[in-house]
């Protein structure tokens, strides 16, 4: 069976890059992912994927959105399954 991926990103208001990069480590799931990174880039960005031993349809957790005075516009999501 292929890994399904999640990646979440979300902009922070600018400033508070090290703020959202925190509180999206901070965050857990209800279930543990087989694996997860977290990643930031410029313009107060921050990237988290998540690997799930899952099919592509699967019902999976996922990180929630930050408060609105912490992001500049909601959250971006995408699912890949691997190849």
Do not use: C, N
């Not at 069976?1 to 990069?21: D, K, P």
């Amino acid at each position: 069976m292929s890994a399904t991926v999640l990646m979440w990103e979300a902009r922070a208001v600018a400033g508070r890059g090290e703020e959202l990069l925190a509180w999206a480590k901070e965050q857990r799931l209800a279930r543990e992912p087989e694996r997860r990174e977290t990643l930031r880039a410029p313009q107060d960005r921050v990237l988290v994927i998540t690997w799930w031993d899952a099919a592509y349809d699967a019902e999976l957790p996922e990180l929630p959105e930050p408060d609105g005075e912490l992001v500049t516009r909601t959250v971006h999501r995408w699912r890949f399954e691997t190849a």
